[in-house]
Every structure is written in C-alpha cells, then in structure tokens.
Nanobody
C-alpha cells in the first residue's frame, strides 16, 4: 500500500497563492507518477497537473501558467504552487500517485484538501 498525506489547503482571496504538498510513503513500491486532481460537488474529478519520474509535466489548460507542479524524488513528495487563484479554482484537491510493484501498476489517492478562493 501507498499512503498519501496532503497539506496546504485553505481559504485565500482571488489573486492570492497557496502551496499544496503531498507526501507518499510505502515500502516495496516505486512511485512513477504524482499529481493533483480536483473535484467540486456534482462534477467529476478533473486533472489539474501531473509529473512523472523524469519530471516531465502536464497541466490542465485552466491552470497552465498559474500553477506549477514539482516533485522531490528522494522524499517522494509532490508540490503544487498555485498563483493568481480564481474563485473557479475552489474545489477539493486530491493527491494522486501511480506506483509500480514488480510489473504491476497501482493507483492511489489522498483524502483531499479543501481550497477555497473568495472573490
């Protein structure tokens, strides 16, 4: 099993910044992909950003240029720096990890952290 522990959510005014962190732990696994998804009530969970082990990244078009994802491969931690936040960024943000054990890949999710952006 891989455990994901998120931190850094909260309330911020529009135009402000927040930094989310997620630490992955679990023995016997190699973490391939780390990322962030978000979800608002009544809607599907959507991709925000992902970063794979070679540090290549992918972003949702709605956050590109405002959010930056980074990872520490030694600590198995992923960060999401969110700048110029907008009210439409309000959501529960979930940490995601794809981990490999031998030849099998497994997907894991954190419990989520609330981000609220006031106008």
């Amino acid at each position: 099993q891989v455990q994901l522990v998120e931190s850094g959510g909260g309330l911020v005014q529009a135009g402000g910044s927040l930094r989310l962190s997620c630490a992955a732990s679990g023995s016997g696994f190699s973490i391939n992909t780390l990322g962030w998804y978000r979800q608002v009530p009544g809607k599907q969970r959507e991709l925000v950003a992902v970063i794979i082990s070679d540090r290549s990244t992918s972003y949702s078009s709605s956050v590109k240029g405002r959010f930056t994802i980074a990872r520490d491969n030694v600590e198995n931690t992923v960060y999401l720096q969110m700048n110029n936040l907008k009210p439409e960024d309000t959501a529960v943000y979930y940490c995601y990890a794809r981990a490999r054990r031998y030849t099998t890949f497994y997907d894991y999710w954190g419990r989520g952290t609330q981000v609220t952006v006031s106008s």
